[in-house]
């Protein structure tokens, strides 16, 4: 018989890890400053006979001034040859660290980049991306004065991975703890293996198989997602379909209109067995609707807490996931990360504050609007309430990155700054000066919502230059049935709330420079279109993002044409 370990074990393993973490992070930040500086002479000092290195003159650089007046600021074009050239196998070219792993952008910002990823730097990941959480849930609930219960939860996450011409694996950074765990994982989730890491190329009606084993489990203890949008569209599904998964559920069956490969059904279905009683349970909470109590607590009322990243771009689908969890159920949103390094994490849940991890990288920051040649700031000098540009040098060869994204310094833990992130520099939106960035999007269209009392799936902004004067186009897609007849009060009072969330536009409007905005009706079902075609074409799901500023021609030919006629 296979050893199968209680999951209680595991929780009291993986809380210990956690609260280690804790301890470290509460070390390091306490000596931030001195961690920075130290840091970067180990960068140096390592990486000084590399190309890069010696392009740049790193066997002169000795203190943080060095580095600022002799290594350049850079641009992922600037590293672009050397990570090809890596990942054929070459080394040192902009690092000596060893490198097994890559990580891959998802492009939602033009065409995806490759990173290497240090082992270092995965050892970080590891521990602040799968340990730290828990720690905090171990804080959680011992405020609570208990200790972590068992932990078998819903996980959204597929994970995937691809070897490149040298040997070295690729994938995305939120993979990466997962990948590390695969023997232990299939023991804390409810999701098969083959839909936690899927074979390549394969097509699979994702949010249903995850449903259909989650549901049949009484004991889902938390909900795992990368991005909270992605659960918020699965119980979306989940409220669309429930009566289909009841049926599979009491019968131990998987609908024949669910998209599978046929040998990964035959292996689902074996596992598979009549479950009457628990179909009739959750048939009977289902009937009661959505609306007057949330679902999550009814169908699985040991589900206590929930991770994810909700915040910044994302916080409108945090809100809208309350429908579903309720607005007790803690979330650990997992902190700042981008493909080229896990930057920040919280240290406790429902924190919306990131402290950064100051072994993990050296930041700089480059104060907004600054003048050409303006010193960007270190973490000992940047201001609580300000936004900064940040720049990056990581664990694994991008030196002074500038990675165009805008963060907030909200306070500090000890001597590391806490930040939050606002929005990437090539993604505002700008007709005639007003210059709306994604974080002011989501507030107004948030606002916009609770007026009409209509709850959006998604939305989309397109700013349109082809008009006399340009104007904005807000397409959403709504949870009501909508007709065009509809779409002449919703733009009135969707500019209203426009106004009111930026002083710039209604000057503008009044003036003839900027035009009536219009709104426009998506098809249901359209942005989970958007990101299934994002998957068949090679992205992964863990680092798919909701599309709020259309900024392409194939994404606005994509959702322009799913407009309601």
Not at 354 to 382: K, M, Q, S
């Amino acid at each position: 018989m296979a050893f199968k370990p209680h999951r209680g074990l595991f929780a009291a393993f993986g809380g210990m890890l956690g609260m280690m973490e804790h301890i470290k992070l509460y070390l390091y930040s306490r000596n931030a400053f001195a961690v920075q500086e130290r840091t970067l002479r180990h960068l140096m000092r390592d990486n000084k006979t590399t190309v890069y290195g010696k392009a740049h003159h790193f066997d002169k650089v000795k203190t943080v001034a060095d580095y600022q007046a002799i290594v350049p600021l850079a641009t992922y074009a600037d590293f672009e040859d050397y990570v090809h050239r890596m990942a054929k196998g070459e080394k040192g070219l902009i690092t000596n660290r060893f490198v097994r792993r890559f990580t891959e952008s998802s492009g939602s910002t033009g065409r995806s980049k490759l990173v290497p990823l240090s082992g270092y730097a995965e050892w970080n990941c590891q521990c602040f991306s799968f340990s730290a959480p828990v720690g905090c849930a171990v804080k959680y609930f011992a405020r609570k004065g208990r200790p972590l219960p068992p932990q078998r939860g819903l996980l959204t996450a597929e994970i995937g991975k691809r070897k490149l011409p040298g040997g070295a694996t690729v994938s995305c950074l939120s993979s990466i703890p997962l990948l590390n765990l695969r023997p232990i994982v299939p023991f804390i989730t409810s999701s098969p293996v083959e839909v936690l890491f899927p074979e390549a190329d394969t097509d699979m009606d994702m949010h249903y198989v995850k449903l259909r084993f989650a549901l049949q489990d009484a004991d889902i203890s938390y909900l795992g997602t990368i991005f909270i949008t992605t659960l918020e569209s699965m119980f979306f599904y989940m409220e669309e379909n429930w009566e289909m998964l009841c049926f599979d559920i009491e019968h131990g069956t998987i609908d024949a209109s669910i998209r599978m490969p046929d040998h990964i059904r035959k292996k689902l279905e074996k596992r598979l067995k009549p479950r009457p009683k628990r179909a009739a349970f959750l048939r009977s909470e289902f009937a009661k609707g959505f609306d007057d109590e949330p679902i999550i607590p009814r169908i699985w009322p040991k589900c206590e807490w929930l991770y994810g990243m909700g915040t910044g771009a994302l916080s409108h689908y945090a809100k809208k996931l309350r429908r579903y969890i309720g607005e007790e159920m803690p979330i650990h949103y997992l902190g700042y990360a981008a493909t080229d390094a896990l930057m920040a994490v919280p240290i406790e849940l429902d924190s919306f504050e990131y402290v950064l991890l100051p072994h993990n990288a050296f930041f700089e920051f480059l104060p907004l609007d600054a003048p050409e040649g303006t010193r960007p700031l270190t973490i000992a000098e940047v201001e609580v309430g300000k936004e900064y540009e940040l720049i990056l040098t990581n664990l694994s060869g991008f030196y002074r990155y500038r990675i165009e994204d805008v963060v907030k310094v909200t306070g500090f833990y000890h001597q590391s700054p806490k930040v939050t992130f606002c929005y990437r520099l090539n993604q505002i939106a700008n007709i005639s000066g007003e210059k709306v960035n994604q974080m002011a999007f989501d507030e107004i269209v948030g606002n916009f919502s609770e007026k009409m009392n209509d709850l959006f799936v998604g939305y989309s902004i397109y700013a349109d230059r082809s008009t006399s004067p340009g104007h904005y186009v807000l397409l959403i897609e709504s949870t009501r049935d909508h007709t065009p007849a509809d779409e002449a009060e919703y733009a009135r009072i969707f500019e209203e709330t426009f106004c009111a969330g930026n002083v710039s536009v209604e000057p503008l409007i009044k003036s003839g420079a900027l035009g009536h905005c219009e709104v426009k009706f998506l098809r249901k079902g359209t942005n989970d279109a958007y990101r299934e075609l994002l998957r068949a074409n090679g992205a992964n799901l863990n680092q798919i993002k909701p599309i709020k500023v259309i900024t392409t021609e194939e994404q606005k030919s994509f959702f322009f044409d799913r407009i309601i006629k």
